[in-house]
């Protein structure tokens, strides 16, 4: 049918390529979306929060959303409805879960990744109206439900039924996720679509993008909800159509397309001219449609064809029985006598070129067939001529046969292509031809409009009846609704017996008429007058007869039914078709005709009421959804709304009776079992497991989320729940307990990732430096933190960054000027670029005299040409850039560097130049009339582990002790976990040193292991560690475990690798005897040896003492390692010996 949303005069829509957004390639030729992209007054799209969203204020509505609210039920204030809606441009209307789509016959701008985004997830009450709402409803519950669901698409033709269908596929395949192979099914799904129009629509008088076939097309899906497969069903092809067509209507899109868009060599090729040239194309002198390009569509037809996966050698092969047929359609006869013959003999050449066959049996097979007679016994074959009407006929038959056929093999080609060894879950979606009232109706309008009929009586069985009579069953109180129930007119049709219908009386002539034409046509009409004359929805006349359907009285021209429902495609045709040269053609025509035939051949009639049989089983089967498509007009312009038209099928449609019972009815019924299943979660008594009676155990979650007693019934086997709110009440209390158990989770998987990248960052850092540069001993072993200074509070330094610039690491650092001395600096590092921040007071306006931040450079990190490094154990290093070079200290500088060196690589694709050396060099900047040049840093062995500086001229001289060798790497965390410590192991590190002095940046230096050199030892004075630079110093007391300040604090650090100390500790304490065999009692704790805290110390694992200075501490034990043991507080533990002083 014409689509919704499709453009004006409701043509075949085509790629959607030019708004890259939208990446569904949903063919629409005439994008919707494109809208989007140009000027337009309209108002605010669909999607809009600011107009449209639930929480919005001032929201401003078009009539009710959902006509269930209407103040009056009647078929005029129902339509009055819909047109003040459709006027507003507001397309999709609700009763209850059933959506009505008004075809708007223009490009409408709310189909983007925007609203996809807004309905993907959200209850039905939370955003306007959308079909995006009601596909999502059915993919969260063929998940949550694990049951198969369908949508049942209906209305007349023209009223957009096949966009909807569109836009379900479209919105299914951008909300499922997937990998290579799901995005390859996803594509196939969605590139049948061109294909299929292609090959199965046409232009009629009321549509101009008309589906003559019916569809199904099942959606496969793996049990997490990726379509990994699809299947599709196809229902009576219009065939008639290859071979008339009304006046103003055209046949199927594909012939057209090739005569457009083929090539000059494939013209050449098949014997292409203009479309007038052909019998099967200028009956109706139609040949063009207004806003449909015939050449673009061919392209994207082919481009369907690779997708799916058929070669270019069998497309070539296609398109060659396409224009094959056209060619075929050409030959006419004339009277020889009796007899036909055919008028021009040259123009069965091309065809039977075409067609790989010889043509002299072509016309031999057109103008006689093989007759099977039997005399006395015995089967015998004569060969008949035909006369110019049986001729004629017998080329329209070859030429359907073919058409079908090769249909037939598209649709298995794209079968195969989305094919699963087994079914899981599965969404159906029938795009099937709207009810068809033309001028003249006949066979084919007849079984499109029984399939109408059969759909429409699942609506009424599912909705209408079934659901009242739930009701009586379970013991609802319920006021019954009156409706129509067309079983009646479905009986009418389809009935074998008492009486037989209309298709059992056809059948019956078709298998005893010997004759064409109208003869056995009118036998037909003399027989239904005596089998259904009486039925009161059937009527005849002369010519035919009237049904009495849902949708209005239809009148039918018997004439040519009988021949469209024989159907047959006589053996000569086949056996004709088997001697093609073309294995393809061959594979079209697979019967074995040497069998003898037994029973009676099938009929189109019989075909397709098994047909619409097995469709509506298959869709029992499912759970259904509705989408009910309104055409406003005949005249497929936008904004014209024709009130009989549409009150007609708001009528016929049922809506209703169907407001009426959503309105008196429950909105959700669920089975005791399952409403348990769904909802046990929501209290403790219930999850995992309700052990009691189901009954109870539903009225407990009931009572548990507070429903007032008047929101549900009970019924015998199921609960029904009154109005749509009070289940989204409880959809909702579901979700935030399943967003905390989310939360806890994730929670939980992002420590598991943080640790572990961490690790591979510490990993990745120390391989930098690794055999080139001496380690820290606090520092080798300790995690990455990235953000010293906690920027999301800190919008003073933010200000400098991109509006959403992720930050990989920042921290306050020590810049060094041309005469070296310190300055402080904030260095931030992300993904692009350096920045370095510093602090200068305001010179002139209101603000003047604070300090503020400033952005004092800013370094691409393509541009940068290296880093240079010592080989000491400092914390230096230069940034080398273009114009002037950064001489940094910073003691995370192995994090920072590492970091640089992996963005580096990602946006150069080569690695990050690093010098080792023990004299660097840095370039200064150029100012005023003083000169730039270099400055140089030399680095020497010095005592301990803090850089003692010494500045001569323009040299910096470096002076440090040696660090942990080159080769060092960090010890992995976690080795060790699973078996708890005993509170008598010590820690695998080396004791910490206490914490001494100053470094230049008022930072106490790190605890280190081992022994304190002899002179700091025995150095004199307090036994506090003195204070550093008033501006910079934090104090010295602060607790290591604290987090890092960003004037460099770095008593956090004191995470010592495990050195030889630490590994013959631990092998001392393996070897202490068990406490009390062969060990002598401990003196009394008044007498026992004891200790006074010199500094804080705060134990970093579980089995060390944390204790502040000057508190006494029993010493219950000293080992040679450094560490003691001994107890404070009633506790015991672990704790460096060189914190303490004996007492």
């Not at 016994?377 to 046969?401: H, P």
């Not at 989320?705 to 409880?730: A, C, H, I, R, W």
């Not at 999301?792 to 959403?804: A, C, I, S, T, V």
């Not at 001494?996 to 700091?1016: C, F, Q, T, W």
């Amino acid at each position: 049918g014409t689509k919704a949303g499709s453009p004006v005069n409701g043509q075949k829509q085509g790629h959607a390529q030019a708004t890259p957004k939208i990446p569904l390639n949903l063919h629409l030729h005439h994008d919707p979306f494109r809208s989007l992209q140009e000027p337009r007054h309209q108002p605010p799209t669909m999607g809009s929060k600011e107009r449209f969203h639930w929480q919005s204020h001032n929201v401003k509505q078009s009539g009710v959303d959902d006509m269930v609210l209407l103040p009056q039920i009647t078929e005029d204030a129902i339509a009055a409805n819909l047109r003040k809606r459709f006027m507003d441009d507001y397309i999709f209307t609700y009763i209850g879960s059933v959506l009505i789509s008004v075809n708007p016959f223009k490009q409408m701008p709310y189909f983007t990744d925007r609203e996809i985004d807004l309905y993907q997830g959200a209850a039905q009450y939370e955003n306007p109206p959308h079909i995006y709402a009601l596909t999502d409803n059915m993919y969260r519950n063929m998940l949550i439900d694990c049951e198969n669901q369908c949508v049942i698409i209906s209305g007349e033709s023209g009223a957009g039924k096949t966009v909807a269908a569109k836009y379900i596929m479209g919105y299914i395949s951008k909300v499922s996720g997937g990998g290579e192979k799901v995005q390859h099914v996803k594509d196939i799904i969605l590139q049948s679509n061109p294909l299929l129009e292609a090959f199965g629509n046409a232009k009629t008088v009321r549509n101009n993008n008309s589906s003559r076939f019916g569809k199904y097309f099942e959606i496969q899906f793996s049990r997490g909800g990726e379509p990994d497969g699809g299947k599709i069903s196809n229902f009576l092809l219009e065939k008639s159509r290859v071979v008339m067509q009304n006046e103003n209507e055209r046949n199927f899109h594909i012939y057209y397309q090739l005569l457009e868009g083929a090539s000059q060599e494939q013209r050449q090729n098949l014997g292409l001219m203009t479309p007038d040239y052909y019998y099967y194309l200028n009956q109706s002198d139609t040949y063009q449609v207004d806003g449909t390009d015939d050449r673009s569509d061919f392209g994207e037809t082919l481009s369907a064809m690779q997708v799916i996966g058929i070669p270019p050698s069998i497309q070539q092969l296609v398109l060659q029985l396409v224009a094959g047929i056209l060619h075929l359609g050409n030959i006419s006869f004339c009277e020889d006598g009796n007899y036909a013959r055919v008028e021009s003999v040259d123009l069965l050449a091309f065809p039977a070129y075409l067609l790989g066959i010889d043509s002299g049996r072509l016309q031999e097979k057109l103008t006689s067939r093989k007759m099977d007679s039997r005399w006395g016994g015995r089967s015998e074959s004569i060969n008949v001529t035909l006369n110019v009407e049986q001729a004629a006929y017998t080329r329209d038959a070859l030429a359907k046969g073919l058409y079908a056929r090769l249909f037939d093999f598209l649709v298995e080609a794209i079968n195969r292509a989305m094919q699963k060894p087994q079914e899981e879950y599965s969404i159906g979606v029938l795009d099937i031809y709207g009810f068809e009232i033309f001028q003249k109706n006949g066979f084919e309008q007849f079984c499109i409009n029984f399939v109408n009929e059969k759909l429409q009586q699942i609506f009424i069985e599912l909705t209408l009846k079934a659901e009242q009579e739930e009701y009586v069953q379970a013991g609802i109180r319920w006021t019954p609704i009156q409706y129509f129930n067309n079983k009646v007119v479905c009986d009418l049709i389809e009935n074998k017996l008492s009486p037989p219908g209309i298709m059992s009386v056809l059948d019956d002539v078709c298998a005893t008429m010997h004759a064409t034409g109208g003869g056995a046509d009118q036998t037909l009409l003399q027989k239904l007058q005596a089998a259904v004359g009486t039925h009161e929805h059937f009527n005849s006349w002369s010519a035919g007869f009237v049904i009495h359907h849902y949708a209005g009285k239809v009148s039918y021209d018997v004439s040519g039914f009988c021949e469209r429902n024989r159907d047959v495609l006589f053996s000569d045709l086949i056996e004709l078709m088997q001697t093609s040269e073309q294995a393809f053609l061959r594979m079209l025509f697979p019967e074995k005709l040497d069998g003898d035939k037994k029973g009676r051949p099938s009929t189109a009639g019989s075909k397709i009421k098994k047909q619409a049989n097995d469709l509506v089983a298959t869709l029992m089967r499912c759970t259904p959804h509705y989408i009910r498509c309104i055409k406003p007009n005949e005249t497929k312009r936008p904004r014209d709304w024709e009130e009989n038209r549409v009150k007609h099928q708001v009528e016929y449609l049922g809506l209703k009776e169907n407001i009426r019972v959503r309105r008196a009815g429950f909105a959700y019924r669920r089975q005791f079992a399952k409403f348990l299943q769904r909802y046990a979660i929501l209290t403790p008594e219930t999850w995992p497991r309700w052990r009691g009676d189901e009954r109870q155990g539903v009225q407990h979650l009931l009572r548990a989320v507070n429903m007032e007693p008047d929101q549900y019934q009970m019924g015998s086997t199921k609960v029904f729940v009154k109005n749509p709110e009070s289940l989204f009440l409880l959809e909702e209390v579901r979700e935030r307990k399943f967003d905390g158990f989310a939360r806890t989770i994730q929670k939980a998987w992002r420590r598991h990732v943080a640790v572990r990248k961490y690790e591979e960052m510490r990993e990745e850092a120390s391989n930098i430096l690794l055999n080139k540069k001496e380690r820290r001993r606090n520092s080798i072993n300790r995690n990455f933190v990235g953000d010293y200074l906690g920027l999301e509070e800190r919008p003073e330094l933010r200000q400098f960054l991109g509006k959403r610039e992720r930050v990989d690491f920042a921290d306050s650092v020590t810049k060094y000027d041309r005469r070296f001395k310190p300055i402080k600096r904030d260095l931030i590092l992300t993904p692009k670029c350096v920045y370095v921040i510093g602090r200068e007071k305001v010179k002139k306006g209101p603000e003047k005299g604070q300090v503020c931040e400033v952005l004092k450079k800013k370094v691409d990190i393509q541009a940068l040409r290296g880093v240079s490094l010592s080989t000491r154990q400092d914390d230096f290093f230069i940034l080398q850039e273009d114009a002037a070079d950064s001489f940094l200290e910073s003691v995370f500088k192995t994090e920072f560097v590492s970091l640089l060196c992996k963005r580096f690589e990602e946006a150069t694709r080569r690695p990050l130049p690093l010098t080792f050396s023990d004299t660097l060099q840095f370039r200064v900047k150029k100012e005023g009339w003083g000169g730039g040049g270099t400055r140089s840093v030399t680095f020497s062995r010095g005592f301990g582990d803090l850089a003692v500086l010494k500045v001569g001229g323009r040299t910096l001289t470096v002076s440090v002790g040696d660090g942990l060798p080159k080769s060092s790497k960090p010890t992995r965390k976690g080795m060790a976990k699973g078996k708890p410590r005993r509170s008598s192991q010590a820690p695998t590190r080396a004791a910490p040193a206490p914490p001494r002095g100053m470094d230049r940046n008022g930072v106490p230096p790190s605890a280190r292991g081992g022994p304190l050199p002899l002179e700091i030892m025995s150095g004199g004075g307090t036994h506090r560690p003195p204070r550093g630079p008033p501006s910079t110093s934090l104090g010295a007391s602060r607790r290591p475990r604290a987090r890092p300040p960003s004037e460099h604090n770095t008593e956090f650090l004191n995470v010592p690798d495990q050195g030889m100390a630490g590994m013959q500790r631990k092998r001392s304490v393996g070897q202490r005897p068990v406490p009390g065999v062969g060990r002598p009692k401990p003196q009394p704790r008044t007498h026992g040896p004891r200790c006074r805290a010199l500094y804080q110390y705060v134990g970093q694992d579980v089995d060390e003492l944390s204790f502040n200075v000057n508190e006494v501490i029993e010493i219950l034990m000293e080992d040679p390692s450094g560490w003691w043991k001994g107890r404070l507080h009633g506790q015991e533990g672990l704790f460096p010996g060189n914190y303490v002083e004996k007492i």
